[in-house]
């Protein structure tokens, strides 16, 4: 009888420190987030490695836009450099250990009532500026960013606030593990054309296609001069077999800027959806 008298008391002490240590754990861990918050590179999954789950994702979870579909929300068409931007997003939250979001379509109308010139289609680069701005703080508001971009300064050229003018290399649109880029891209098959950089390996580029974000889109870097615009030294793509859009090799597109979102160090709160 002593024995289970000995028992039941360990039990029932036992039991009353778990339920007290329950109430306290909330308060130990807001107490830890607000003497040691989460820092952007402490949860940070590289930029390419999060695109690359979304894309392998796709056909299940359709977290990427696709360009017809967004479409047929403006009223002309022409959603390339919208769509990358949402995609750009979703890629950005992955990368921070979040969901992304569950609606690209609702993205896409929220962006269109609050900026009502996105509905006109064929965004400008100060229109790319101003949306991804918007899609920032409307969906990882706990973070800061800078956004860049580095452009071919060619005759017709528009001069662009957060814009610098000089040649696309490389390095210019090999993203870095915590940033994500948009090439603008151009050939006289389709005209001017957003696509999101998803990696760099040599002189092979892969992206992200606003068509067709499940397949895979690669291109072969090259470099050559435009002779009408004073001579410059320009990069070129030529897109890789298997590649969704249709050239033959004389036909390449030209790249005529990289815009970049860089996140910051700034500590930030996790939200209700963190998962690890």
Same mark, same amino acid.
């Given at each position: 009888?002593?024995?289970?008298?000995?028992?039941?008391?360990?039990?029932?002490?036992?039991?009353?420190?778990?339920?007290?240590?329950?109430?306290?754990?909330?308060?130990?861990?807001?107490?830890?987030?607000?003497?040691?918050?989460?820092?952007?590179?402490?949860?940070?999954?590289? /930029?390419?490695?999060?695109?690359?789950?979304?894309?392998?994702?796709?056909?299940?979870?359709? /977290?990427?836009?696709?360009?017809?579909?967004?479409?047929?929300?403006?009223?002309?068409?022409g959603s390339?450099?919208?769509?990358?931007?949402?995609?750009?997003?979703?890629?950005?939250?992955?990368?921070?250990?979040?969901?992304?979001?569950?609606?690209?379509?609702?993205?896409?109308?929220?962006?269109?009532?609050?900026?009502?010139?996105?509905?006109?289609?064929?965004?400008?680069l100060s229109?790319?500026?101003?949306?991804?701005?918007?899609?920032?703080?409307?969906?990882?508001?706990?973070?800061?960013?800078?956004?860049?971009?580095?452009?071919?300064?060619?005759?017709?050229?528009?001069?662009?606030?957060?814009t610098t003018?000089?040649?696309?290399?490389?390095?210019?649109?090999?993203?870095?593990?915590?940033?994500?880029?948009?090439?603008?891209?151009?050939?006289?098959?389709?005209?001017?054309?957003?696509?999101?950089?998803?990696?760099?390996?040599?002189?092979?580029?892969?992206?992200?296609?606003?068509?067709?974000?499940?397949?895979?889109?690669?291109?072969?870097?090259? /470099?050559?001069?435009?002779?009408?615009?004073?001579?410059?030294?320009?990069?070129?793509?030529?897109?890789?077999?298997?590649?969704?859009?249709?050239?033959?090799?004389?036909?390449?597109?030209?790249?005529?800027?990289?815009?970049?979102?860089?996140?910051?160090?700034?500590?930030?709160?996790?939200?209700?959806?963190?998962?690890?």
């Amino acid at each position: 009888m002593k024995l289970r008298i000995s028992i039941s008391k360990t039990y029932d002490i036992t039991a009353l420190k778990l339920v007290i240590l329950g109430l306290l754990c909330p308060f130990f861990i807001q107490l830890t987030q607000a003497a040691f918050p989460l820092r952007c590179d402490q949860i940070l999954q590289p /930029s390419s490695q999060a695109l690359e789950k979304l894309q392998q994702e796709q056909s299940l979870n359709k /977290s990427f836009a696709v360009q017809g579909e967004i479409d047929r929300l403006l009223n002309k068409g022409g959603s390339c450099g919208l769509v990358c931007a949402i995609n750009l997003i979703q890629g950005l939250k992955v990368s921070l250990g979040f969901h992304p979001q569950k609606n690209v379509q609702e993205m896409a109308q929220h962006l269109i009532q609050e900026i009502p010139l996105v509905a006109n289609g064929g965004m400008t680069l100060s229109s790319l500026h101003s949306t991804l701005n918007f899609l920032l703080k409307s969906y990882v508001p706990h973070l800061s960013f800078d956004i860049h971009t580095t452009q071919l300064k060619l005759k017709e050229t528009i001069e662009n606030p957060h814009t610098t003018f000089g040649k696309i290399t490389l390095n210019k649109i090999r993203p870095k593990p915590n940033e994500f880029k948009i090439a603008l891209i151009w050939t006289p098959a389709i005209g001017g054309h957003y696509v999101l950089i998803k990696s760099v390996q040599q002189n092979q580029v892969s992206v992200i296609e606003p068509n067709h974000p499940e397949r895979l889109s690669e291109f072969t870097t090259t /470099s050559f001069i435009i002779e009408d615009q004073n001579n410059i030294e320009a990069m070129g793509w030529i897109p890789q077999e298997g590649n969704i859009l249709k050239f033959s090799n004389d036909i390449y597109y030209v790249v005529l800027s990289v815009t970049s979102v860089k996140m910051s160090a700034k500590p930030i709160r996790p939200e209700s959806d963190l998962h690890f």
